[in-house]
């Protein structure tokens, strides 16, 4: 059977650009929308952040002073590039959720250093962001072969192609922190699942800190975070024919030291009705009630190496930030 779906190359490109069919079903915003919104508590999955506006305000977001997870992680990268390539030493880097690849080019500069010259797989949801990162790589590294892939991680790994020989999985950002422990571990285990014991995986770790510094990363003072959490309303009046008004809610997001996460939401400043007319479905709200649309867990060295031990995976090094704030956690499948 043919799983892989070619998209069509201009002849400029210098990169394997394949759509990857879903291996499993995964829901659909009707189907998160009338599971999360017409219940409570009410809830909607962070990936319906990201449409072009939400791509954009969350690159702002990156560059606020307050933010300190993408500087830190590019800081360990950086730090730590040649070490991680040295000992994956990996014919093929396959990064996941990778956006424009821009993380990637620290790993990559390490490979033109050390004259290791891996060939690059992006999976990423975003045809745009694929695409992008795609000619900037080829541009920056013309050693470089790069396969792009165009799919849901979230959807499984069964249709993924794979090159021969040993593999280093990337998967950054903290983006682990955005699932429940149970769904965490589930993922985990799939792509432990496809991946071979000579396989080496680099996920990034948001950690434990003080909670003043995680409230001001979620709520920078320019009003971005806010700007991009209220934008999902944009999302779902375009995809589900909704009215909401976004100047009816305002941003939440704060952190529960019980469950060691950031929580984000919208509340609704004054009782309204939403009309959901794709779904033939309202919801009545009151002020003050909440729409969770993203958790940001934190990890200490306890849950960190308990969440990869219960997945497969052993820590083989952990990079660790000079203010601890995150770490780069090299894993080896068990």
Sequence with gaps: MNYLDPLENTSDQLFEYIRVPPARDVPGLEEDARRGLLSQPRSLPPKYFYDDCGTELFEKICKTSEYYPTRTEDFLLKRHA????????????????????????????????????????????????????????????????????????EAGFMNVPRENGSRLVLFLGSTIGNFEQKHAIQFMKDLRNNMSQTDRLLVGFDRVKDRHILDAAYNDSQGITAAFNLNVLNVLNSELGANFEP????????????????????????????????????????????????????????????????????????????????????????
């Design 247 to 334: 100047e009816n809610f305002s941003h939440l997001a704060q952190y529960d030291a019980d469950k060691a996460q950031i929580e984000m939401h919208l509340v609704s400043s004054c009782a309204q009705r939403v009309m959901l007319n794709n779904l033939r479905e309202f919801i009545d709200m009151d002020a003050g009630e909440r729409i969770q649309t993203e958790i940001s867990r934190k990890f200490t060295d306890q849950s960190l190496t308990r969440l990869l031990s219960d997945s497969g995976f052993v820590v083989e090094k952990d990079f660790v930030s000079p203010d601890k704030y995150f770490s780069l956690v090299l894993a080896q499948p068990i």
């Design 82 to 153: 040649k070490d991680i390539i040295e000992t994956a030493k990996p014919n093929n880097i396959f990064e996941l959720g990778s956006g424009s690849s821009t993380k990637t080019q620290r790993l990559l500069d390490a490979c033109s250093e050390i004259a290791h010259f891996p060939s690059y797989t992006a999976f990423d949801i975003s045809e745009r962001a694929l695409m992008f990162g795609g000619i900037e790589l080829s541009k920056r590294y013309d050693w470089l072969q790069i396969s792009l892939l165009l799919g849901d991680y």
